[in-house]
Structure formats: C-alpha cells, structure tokens
C-alpha cells in the first residue's frame, strides 16, 4: 500500500529555515516523480514543487523560487523540502505527493508556522 509520512515542520522565525522530509513506501520510489503542495488557512491547496524520478530535474512554484529546494535520496526513499528565507505567507500545511498508477497519493501533512 502507498504511504507518504511527512516530518520536519514546526515554529520558526521570519528569515529562518527548516527542512522537511517525506518517507515513502509501498511503491517502487525511483520510477515517479515526487512533489510538495501546501495549503494555507482559508486557501486552496498549492504546488510548490517538483522533483523528476532520477532527481535530474526540478520545477518550483514563482512564490519559493530562489529560496527553497527540493531534493531525493532513493536509497532511502526519501524526498526533502529545504526551505530557507522563510516568510509568514509561507505558513501552511506542506504535503508530499506522488502519482502512482493514476491516482494521486498523499501524505497526511506536516505544519509549517512562520512568526516572530
């Protein structure tokens, strides 16, 4: 069964960093593509970015360009998200997202709170 488990979130500072991390499991992780989405109190769920399945290519929403990175370990079947300049808009729920057999599997989520 696909299982996608978010950790990393937390309170952190205007200015400040955090990484995230999402473990994978119950499908092959090296043959899909891997991405973040996050969603915002009173907003729709956003992209944020994109990782291609061998890690050789990245796509990242206008809003995190510059500033975060998305990155893999397939050995470990792992996907992280560093994010760093961290601003309040970039407060949210962050969730890992694959699409496996066509449907779309997600994690459960990890908080992310940007506040002095």
């Known amino acids: 069964q696909v299982q996608l488990v978010e950790s990393g979130g937390g309170l952190v500072q205007p200015g400040g960093s955090l990484r995230l991390s999402c473990a994978a499991s119950g499908f092959t992780f090296s043959w899909y593509a891997m991405n973040w989405y996050r969603q915002a109190p009173g907003k729709q769920r956003e992209f944020v970015a994109l990782i291609s399945s061998g890690g050789r290519s990245t796509n990242y929403a206008d809003s995190v360009k510059g500033r975060f990175t998305i990155s893999r370990d397939n050995a470990k079947n792992t996907v992280a998200l560093q994010m760093n300049s961290l601003k309040p808009e970039d407060t949210a729920v962050y969730y890992c997202?694959?699409?496996?057999?066509?449907?779309?599997?997600w994690g459960k989520g990890t908080l992310v709170t940007v506040s002095s």
């Open positions: 997202k694959c699409r496996y057999s066509g449907m779309d599997y």
